[in-house]
C-alpha cells in the first residue's frame, strides 16, 4: 500500500529537516537561516509534505501581486521517484490557487529534465533562458510559466 503525503504550512518545527533536504538537492543551498527569515516573509509561503512524522518534500513561492514564483521544490533523496515531487507542485499550486493567484513561475537548469517534465506536464511553458544564472557553474536557467487561465493540472 502506497503511503500518501500529509501537507502542512511550513514551521520553524520543519527549518531544519527542510534545510537538510535542500543541501542534499543543490549545489548552492539555503541555510537554515534562509528558511527562518522565510517564515517572517509576508510574501513567502512554504509547504511540507510529511510522511510517518518526517519531512519528505517540500516548495515554497513568493506570493507578488497576482502572481507566484516559486523558490525552491524538492524531496528527500531516498523518496524520490514516487510520485512526491508530483504530489507537492500540486498542493503548492492548490494554496496559490486558493490565495487568487492568476500565475506561477520558476526557473530550473537546463540539464534537469526530469523537473522540466513534471513542470511541463502540469502546464508550465518554456519562456525563456536566464543565461549563466547558475552560482556554482554558470548553467542557464529555462524559465517556465503557468497562467492559470490557459491550463494548469493540479
Known amino acids: 500500500m502506497l503511503n500518501l503525503p500529509t501537507f502542512e504550512m511550513m514551521s520553524a518545527r520543519h527549518v531544519k529537516a527542510v ?8 549545489a548552492c543551498p ?10 517572517a516573509n509576508r510574501a513567502a509561503r512554504y ?10 518534500g517540500y516548495a515554497g513561492y513568493w506570493r507578488i501581486f497576482d502572481e507566484a514564483h516559486i523558490t525552491n521544490v524538492a524531496v528527500r533523496p531516498d523518496m524520490r521517484g514516487k ?7 500540486e498542493e503548492l499550486v492548490k494554496l496559490a ?3 487568487g493567484v492568476s500565475a506561477m513561475t520558476l526557473e530550473v537548469r537546463v540539464s534537469n529534465l526530469t523537473a522540466r ?3 511541463a506536464s502540469m ?6 533562458i536566464r543565461p549563466d ?20 493540472r493540479p
Open 123 to 128: 502546464g508550465f511553458a518554456s519562456a525563456g
Open 19 to 26: 534545510a537538510r533536504i535542500e543541501e542534499q538537492s543543490f
Open 97 to 99: 490557487k486558493s490565495e
Open 133 to 152: 544564472y547558475y552560482e556554482d557553474n554558470g548553467e542557464d536557467a529555462v524559465i517556465m510559466w503557468c497562467r492559470f487561465s490557459e491550463r494548469i
Open 83 to 89: 510520485g512526491h515531487g508530483r504530489r507537492v507542485m
Open 30 to 39: 539555503w541555510s537554515e537561516a534562509a528558511f527562518e527569515a522565510e517564515l
Open 47 to 56: 509547504i511540507v509534505a510529511i510522511e510517518d512524522g518526517a519531512v519528505v
Open 117 to 119: 517534465a513534471l513542470y
